[in-house]
């Protein structure tokens, strides 16, 4: 993390459902808090056009961008950082935040290994994007992230109320914030 003084507690990523809202879900969130774009379901230019929008209203309110691609798109795009499973994390340089994304404790030994920045470890909760899926629930949340050598970010089924519940320092949502 060698340009970033503080890793954000609040992060939204984006999604193909939270899409309209996400200027003013980015207008909302403290100044310095991050966004992971995602966006997978636009084809590549419209994706790009997207994220340049974004990433000029993120850095007017001082929040960390983060891409979900490679950190050789994420390095050209302008982005801050680069998201994704441990492996999809090189080649990255300390130029750039990675953040991996871990549902297991397996995933987190490779999060562990690739030496990411903070692992997004979910789900937490039960989810809108994933309904029928199991959750972690707190108490394997917390015994999973003992493993992890980073800061652990809580994502899925968490806003501001299942946060408060979880009492963990950092978190992240597409739905709970948008």
Known sequence: MAQFQHLPELWLLSDERNDVVLQEALVR??????????HYHLS??????????????????QHVLILADSALTAREW??????????ALYPTRNDML??????????????????ADAVMLSPVFAT???????????????????????????LGGMDQQT????????????DGLS
């Not at 969130?29 to 966004?35: A, D, M, V």
């Not at 990675?98 to 404790?105: Q, R």
Request: net charge positive.
């Open 29 to 38: 969130l403290p100044r310095g808090s991050g966004f992971v774009y995602r």
């Open 44 to 61: 590549d230019s419209d994706r790009l056009s997207r994220f340049q929008d974004l990433k000029r209203l993120c850095r007017a309110l």
């Open 78 to 87: 302008g982005a801050d950082g680069v998201y994704g499973a441990p492996r």
């Open 98 to 115: 990675t953040i991996a994304t871990a549902h297991d404790l397996k995933e987190i030994g490779h999060a562990n290994r690739a030496k």
């Open 128 to 154: 809108n994007s994933h309904p029928d899926a199991d959750f972690l629930g707190p108490n394997r949340f917390r015994n999973l992230a003992r493993h992890a050598e980073m800061p652990v970010i809580a």
């Open 163 to 174: 946060a408060d519940r979880l009492k963990w320092p950092r978190w992240a949502a597409i």
